[in-house]
């Protein structure tokens, strides 16, 4: 966990898939009490997923999201579920939702219906494209985010079609940036007595890890150059190469880290050589570059094509060259499970049917507990709990969950 800096905050969770439930685990790691609210047959959509099952409903995918929540379980079409919502609501300090644009005010929880029943409520709406323009009501998903931002355009190289990222990394980042508009929001709760509105849009999400690409295309009206598997500084040195035993990307920017790669690789004359590396730019400072980026490409390429991508990157990470080989995720995961690999602190939760590891708040902090959150919740597990506090007597539970109305598992 994080440094417990939510303890004593209640969250009341109406998102579901990826983006909200990001938000509200980087609250649960700092302390928050979140309580995950979800339809009683239908639960969130990734309890579907039957690959890597830890337990029933919980796969490891929403498990690595939903870790230490609350699971309450009620139908907010019945009138009653809505109460007991808005009873909740009362007793909350943020309230989270993701649903498309509009649907939350038809359920009665917009912000004005919130704000009324707690008026320093810090209330966010995560969505694809904003609460505001013309595709304020479309429906979105990573990758369509992607490439309506320009993202996907500028994966590959430019001989390539276009690519998207290789992972739901705009659903990832709205979640980072819904979380923190949240804690800004929570600190100026703490200062002023005041609550927030916070819309929150994937596409928002998407600049924000584009921006200084962003930045320039607004000024310049240009767009950047797709670089591929090449570095963004342009430097020869920095690409990816394949090699004898798979592939090693260097990031040899400048004129000593170059001229270590070249000598390693055993063309030491090559950072010499006016024909092939701009001499003059060299003298100016800042990172290489090429006359003829192609031919030294091709070179480097021909010199590396033999050698071992293992032995080279500790070669070369010997020199302070930076450089990596090509790992796929479960391999650094296997690399890193000792803990003397990097700042990465590794937690382990059991399940029934296996062990889930996670990496905590994604930094290290001398107040971290050092210790994983509890396991993520089965579908409505928390149901009876949560509205017993709300004075619901066993008699209505039973009735209520006879009618479909609430799930407690």
């Known amino acids: 966990m ?9 969250v009341v969770d109406l998102s579901h898939v990826i983006a909200g439930p990001t938000a509200s685990h980087y609250l649960a790691l700092e302390g928050a009490e979140v309580i995950k609210v979800e339809h009683p047959v239908k639960g969130d959509i990734l309890r579907g997923g039957m690959r890597d099952l830890l337990d029933q409903g919980i796969p490891a995918g929403f498990a690595a999201i939903n870790g230490g929540k609350q699971s309450l379980a009620m139908d907010l ?18 309230f989270i939702e993701n649903l498309r644009p509009g649907a939350v005010a038809r359920l009665g929880f917009d912000y004005a219906s919130v704000r009324a029943i707690k008026t320093d409520i810090v209330y966010a709406s995560i969505s694809g494209f904003g609460q505001e323009g013309r595709w304020g009501q479309r429906a979105a998903y990573d990758h369509v985010v992607q490439a309506a931002t320009g993202m996907t355009m500028m994966q590959g190289s430019p001989e390539q079609d276009p690519i998207k990222v290789g992972f739901p990394v705009v659903d990832t ?8 508009a949240i804690m800004a929001a929570l600190i100026r709760r703490l200062r002023h007595g005041v609550g927030a509105y ?11 890890l584009m921006w200084p690409d962003a930045a320039r295309a607004g000024v310049s009206g ?8 090449r570095g963004f500084s342009g430097s020869p040195g920095a690409a990816s190469f394949k090699c004898a035993d798979g592939w090693i990307a260097t990031a040899a920017n400048t004129l000593p880290q170059f001229r270590k790669l070249c000598e390693t690789v055993g063309l030491p004359q090559l950072p010499d ?27 480097l390429e021909q010199a590396i094509a033999s050698r071992s991508a293992t032995v080279l990157e ?4 010997a020199l302070d060259v930076p450089c990596a080989r090509l790992r796929q995720l479960s391999q650094l995961l296997q690399e890193a499970a000792d803990g003397h690999l990097m700042t990465l602190p590794l937690r382990k939760t059991p399940y029934a049917k296996g062990t889930l590891t996670d990496f905590g708040s994604g930094y290290k902090a001398d107040h971290d507990s050092g210790t994983a959150l509890p396991t993520a919740p089965r579908l ?17 539970l039973s009735a209520l969950a006879a009618a479909g109305t609430i799930r407690c598992d």
């Open 2 to 10: 994080g440094m417990n800096a939510l303890h004593g905050m209640r």
């Open 314 to 317: 500790a070669e070369l990470a």
């Open 77 to 94: 079409s019945q009138p009653r579920a809505r109460e007991l919502l808005a009873a909740l609501v009362s007793t909350a300090d943020v």
């Open 222 to 229: 240009r767009d950047a150059t797709r670089v591929g598997n």
């Open 198 to 208: 916070l819309d929150v849009s994937m596409a928002q999400a998407a600049l924000q």
């Open 173 to 180: 980042a709205t979640g980072l940036v819904a979380g923190q």
């Open 273 to 299: 050589d006016p024909a092939l590396i701009d001499q003059a730019a060299l003298r100016q400072g800042g990172f290489l570059a090429a006359q003829d980026a192609g031919r030294v490409h091709a070179l």
């Open 380 to 396: 409505g597990q928390h149901t009876a709990a949560i509205l017993q506090t709300l004075g619901v007597q066993d008699s209505e």
